[in-house]
């Protein structure tokens, strides 16, 4: 993976997406990034067509037919925010999904939140009601495509305190640019 870096004094911070399969703490974790640093944050959940949500909410998993639209308005928004930067969470599970968006915007980096099963299965039990059941874990896991050393990012553990992994993604992100 290559490097990226956090904002500092002058400079912007470029588009990140905070990835990782269901109940890693995308959402939270992006929006205490964006926070940080600085610039606006976005839930991918959002941008889901009616249709995405039904088939979830069924136990169904999404296909890459299903998640093109998806990910291509996701791409826009990172395109609209390379001036100034943003923050998105989006589960980006395979490399060629993480391809589309970077069409969009070439210098996305990836922050992929890592845990074992145990763990996100633990915090998806804690997430009554989200339209994203457990019972679709297995699936992300088997789909999700790890970081190649060609792609901008870090992967960070989950099984700590969310303060804790911005902390990490600040240090770890400063210290590649050193």
């Known amino acids: 993976m290559t490097s990226m870096a956090p904002q ?11 990835m990782g ?3 890693s703490g995308k959402s939270t974790v992006g929006a205490a990034l964006a926070q940080r640093l600085g610039v606006p944050f976005a839930d991918a959940d959002d941008f889901h067509p009616p ?24 791409g826009e928004w990172l395109a609209a925010h390379e001036d100034h930067g943003g923050v998105i969470s989006c589960s980006a599970l395979k490399v060629g999904y993480r391809d589309q968006l970077r069409e969009h915007a070439p210098r996305t980096a990836f922050v992929h939140l ?6 996100i299965a633990r915090r998806q039990a804690s997430r009554p009601g989200h339209f994203m059941p457990a019972s679709l874990l297995d699936s992300q896991f088997d789909t ?9 990012g870090l992967v960070i553990d989950v099984d700590q305190d ?15 640019t050193d």
């Open 8 to 18: 500092t004094a002058g400079q912007t911070v470029g588009q990140i997406v905070v």
């Open 51 to 74: 249709a995405n949500i039904a088939k979830m909410t069924a136990g169904i998993a999404l296909d890459d037919t299903d998640r093109h639209p998806w990910l291509e308005a996701i």
């Open 162 to 176: 969310v303060d804790a992994i911005v902390q990490e993604y600040v240090d770890r992100a400063a210290a590649s």
């Open 21 to 23: 399969v269901s109940g």
């Open 114 to 119: 890592h845990g074992s099963r145990e763990v």
């Open 144 to 152: 999700l495509e790890p970081l190649g050393s060609h792609e901008a």
